[in-house]
């Protein structure tokens, strides 16, 4: 099976810019996750969604970062306006329904912000 | 809140040695996941192995191996074997059994030496 899909995978950005970063998951996974992994860090959770409807997004700084995924497919996470501490790598991963709800990851994309 | 701790930012291994990546975690809960993810330079997070903590027996993927110390809350991961391919960012992860939310350490880059 195709795995995560992600574009672009690196982008280049002034701050106060705006961005948009696409994910494709695996056919068939219900269950999408954007992470935030900041350089000589873990992954971060930001958002998850069930299809089309949020399920945490207790971690999404929301006065700046947005995320969509309207047909319960594709999902779109922005940035508006950029902070320098947004540089980055964005992941996306989308989840497999087994007793340990796998999750499998995308290329990421690497965002820096000048 | 649950917490996840790796304690060795880097670690190197000479080809076809042994080498043991040690973490530990905090939980309060008695059921739940614990992971081993590999990110190369590719960025893509690949899992390498996973725990269940109601097992008391050692996970075993081919040259990868688990010791979980429930008690201690020490889960260390042993790559017998070390292949140039091994080289990447090992990330320990904790997951509560119900929910999505995956915690990760900070990683440990481990360097193969040919």
């Known amino acids: 099976e195709a795995g995560v899909a992600q574009s672009p995978r690196y982008k280049i950005i002034e701050k106060r810019q705006s961005v948009a970063f696409w994910c494709n998951p695996i056919s068939g996974h219900a269950t999408l996750y954007w992470y935030q992994q900041i350089l000589g860090q873990g992954p971060k959770l930001l958002i998850q969604?069930?299809?089309?409807?949020?399920?945490?997004d207790s971690q999404l700084p929301k006065d700046r970062f947005s995320a969509e995924r309207l047909k319960g497919v594709d999902s779109t996470l922005k940035i508006q306006p950029a902070k320098l501490e947004d540089s980055a790598v964005y992941l996306c991963?989308?989840?497999?329904?087994?007793?340990?709800?796998?999750?499998?990851f995308g290329p990421g994309t690497r965002l820096t912000v000048l | 809140a649950q917490t996840v701790t790796q304690s060795q930012p880097e670690m190197s291994v000479q080809e076809a040695e042994t080498v043991t990546l040690s973490c530990t975690y905090d939980?309060?809960?008695?059921?739940?996941?614990l992971f081993w993810y590999k990110q190369p330079p590719s960025r893509q997070m690949i899992l390498v192995i996973r725990?269940?903590?109601?097992?008391?027996q050692n996970a075993t993927e081919n040259r990868f191996s688990v010791n979980f110390q429930k008690a201690a809350k020490s889960f260390s991961l042993k790559i017998s074997d070390s292949q140039l391919g091994d080289a990447a960012m090992y990330f320990c992860?904790?997951?509560?059994?119900?929910?999505?939310?995956?915690?990760f350490g900070k990683g440990t880059r481990l360097h193969i030496l040919p």
């Open positions: 939980t309060s809960e008695s059921d739940y996941y």
């Open positions: 991963a989308s989840r497999r329904d087994n007793p340990w709800n796998e999750q499998f």
């Open positions: 725990q269940e903590a109601y097992k008391q």
């Open positions: 992860a904790y997951r509560r059994e119900e929910g999505d939310k995956i915690i």
């Open positions: 969604f069930q299809n089309n409807g949020v399920v945490d």
